[in-house]
């Protein structure tokens, strides 16, 4: 392999999620088409995708640079290393959020970096961040371009030199401290390159967002993510013990110590910061044993009720799943209509033998019968004895609760499909639907409430622009006092897509504080969420935290805006979506899901 094969650096598509010829197909999956008709009203037989976008149509402003700026960055990283070309400066505009692919696809770039930046280590990054504050440029860190809160994009209104500093060839696991269990990992490790350079040595990191193969470990402490093994392993918060940051004049060193009294958290202060505090170079992450045993079994429950009250006995318990997720009924309707067709006894298991016992155990007779069934995933992981014994105390509590267990198979789908999920978005948007996700948490006793209240939300939403959607949920990421409650949501878009996608998405998000939840649960606030940053941490804690980012980046050249726009720009007073003052509608029961035969597989 030459230098230069080790200097590339895979980016998604400039138009979508992932990479070119992968994505999602429904042709094989018998029961999907009837669903999508049943839920936003679209005909798969019927719709005609739309082709590929040409980068050639794409309208790009020329880059503010000057000959001098450039020179300085390529005096620091190399002429080679520093680019406006369009391509480039286009893949680092945006993340891949849907509003990102929409205004991509349409054509509608109002401001893109003028310069990309490819560092080879952290000096490079000290000296690029010095050399851009001292020009009085804007900076704005890349990992794996997957963020979907408007974390990447430049403001519109921004007159500087705007830079995206790519860090994708920060990609090695540096040491592991095996006594310790803690690994240094440059931040621009990819989750799949990062896990594979673990298992090499036996060990894993336990993280894996649904961004895993597009999202560096960099971005997921910048924006405190959530990975679906939380349960065992924590969040990215209790996963990364120590952080080195570039900052103007210093890198700013974060020891990876396992607890520490020294004053208000500088750690804390960094997870979530999204850039404004610095370039994250290096995270000291904790690490464990490869598990010799890791089993994701399915269960069912005769509605959400029972699966809600299941999960938080099971977090209050002495059992210590890896994974404890469930679906409402809705989603568990299109889990079970994305299964391909099945044959033979798999066939006469799924739509004889499972419905039966589910109707032998009374779920039949419950108000919507089979039709509010509830699919959910528990993961057991550690030594043989330890994940066996675990299952055993699950097992009692979802007896407790009429649940049932239906074995690994499906597990083994769900473990193998977990990352697929965002490709769905693109399908529908290929096919002129709005599909997107939202997610926050709450605690146990608002968790109904919270629920319903967002479902009341959207319809209310989608009543008032008048389009047939969609909305359904999941728990995941249980906790001591509550648990995250993830939604997709979707419609079939009109003549303005985008005022309509408003609508529903401050409908939701606004549910979100007025039933006790928070904004953001994993994805972050950049500058999609920000409109309610007051209403969940307090106009006092906006205030601190404007002080935070005053005192550290007086001359706004770290990302900013995002989080909490400058009070001296325009920004401020002009958000990207307005959180709307009224409360939500009052909550009501959800619709009944489209109707899908039990199943026990994906």
Not at 358 to 369: F, H, L, P, V
Not at 473 to 485: E, F, I, Q, R
Request: neutral net charge; charged residues 25%.
């Amino acid at each position: 392999m030459t230098d230069a094969d080790n200097k590339k650096v895979s980016h998604m598509k400039w138009w979508g999620w992932g990479f070119d010829g992968v994505g999602f197909h429904w042709e094989d999956k018998p029961d999907f088409a009837p669903f999508v008709l049943q839920a936003v009203g679209l005909d798969l037989h019927t719709a005609k995708p739309v082709p590929e976008p040409s980068f050639a149509d794409v309208k790009i402003p020329k880059s503010r640079t000057t000959a001098k700026f450039s020179a300085a960055l390529a005096g620091i990283v190399g002429e080679d290393d520093v680019t406006s070309d369009d391509m480039e400066r286009v893949v680092h505009t945006y993340g891949k959020s849907l509003r990102d692919l929409v205004r991509i696809r349409a054509n509608k770039i109002e401001r893109l970096p003028d310069l990309v930046v490819y560092v080879d280590d952290e000096a490079e990054v000290q000296k690029v961040v010095d050399a851009v504050v001292a020009a009085d440029a804007v900076l704005i860190p890349f990992g794996g371009g997957s963020n979907i809160a408007g974390s990447l994009e430049p403001r519109a209104d921004e007159s500087r030199i705007v830079v995206s500093l790519d860090l994708g060839r920060l990609n090695k696991v540096l040491s592991i401290d095996e006594e310790s269990g803690i690994a240094r990992i440059q931040a621009g490790s990819l989750g799949p390159d990062l896990e594979a350079q673990l298992n090499a040595k036996g060990w894993t990191i336990g993280h894996f967002p649904d961004s895993f193969t597009h999202s560096s470990i960099g971005g997921w402490v910048a924006t405190r993510s959530s990975g679906m093994q939380s349960d065992k392993y924590g969040d990215i918060s209790e996963i990364a013990r120590g952080m080195r940051v570039a900052r103007p004049g210093g890198t700013m060193v974060i020891r990876a110590l396992p607890s520490t009294s020294s004053g208000p958290s500088v750690r804390e202060m960094v997870l979530g910061s999204e850039g404004r505090l610095g370039v994250i170079t290096e995270v000291t992450a904790q690490v464990h044993r490869q598990p010799a045993k890791r089993d994701v079994y399915a269960y069912f429950f005769p509605n959400w009720k029972a699966g809600l009250a299941a999960m938080q006995e099971i977090s209050e318990s002495d059992a210590t799943p890896s994974i404890t997720r469930v679906s409402d009924a809705r989603e568990t309707g299109f889990s079970l209509a994305t299964s391909k067709a099945r044959k033979g006894f798999d066939k006469f298991l799924a739509g004889t033998v499972l419905p039966g016992l589910m109707k032998n155990k009374g779920w039949a007779k419950q108000a919507g019968g089979l039709e509010n069934i509830c699919l959910s995933f528990i993961g057991f992981e550690g030594s043989v004895s330890h994940a066996k014994r675990q299952k055993t105390l699950v097992d009692q509590i979802v007896k407790k609760h009429n649940g049932m267990g239906v074995g690994t198979g499906p597990g083994v789908l769900y473990d193998q499909k977990k990352f697929d999920t965002p490709y769905l978005r693109d399908f529908l948007l290929d096919r002129g639907a709005a599909g997107d996700v939202s997610e926050t948490a709450g605690p146990w006793s608002k968790l109904t409430q919270l629920h319903d209240g967002a479902y009341a939300a959207a319809e209310a939403a989608y009543e008032k622009i008048g389009r047939k959607g969609w909305i359904m949920s999941h728990l995941s990421h249980s906790y001591h006092s509550g648990a995250c409650l993830y939604f997709t949501f979707a419609f079939v878009g009109g003549k303005d897509m985008l005022a309509e996608y408003d609508v529903v998405k401050s409908a939701i998000q606004q549910s979100f504080i007025d039933n006790g939840g928070t904004l953001s649960h994993h994805h972050g606030v950049g500058l999609e969420h920000a409109p309610w940053l007051e209403q969940d941490i307090s106009p006092e804690g906006v205030h601190v935290m404007s002080g935070l980012f005053a005192v550290t980046d007086p001359g706004g050249n770290l990302n900013p805006r995002k989080i909490i726009p400058d009070a001296k720009s325009p920004a401020a007073k002009a958000p990207v979506s307005k959180a709307p003052a009224a409360k939500a509608s009052a909550a009501k029961a959800p619709a009944k899901a489209p109707s899908a035969k039990a199943s026990a597989s994906r």
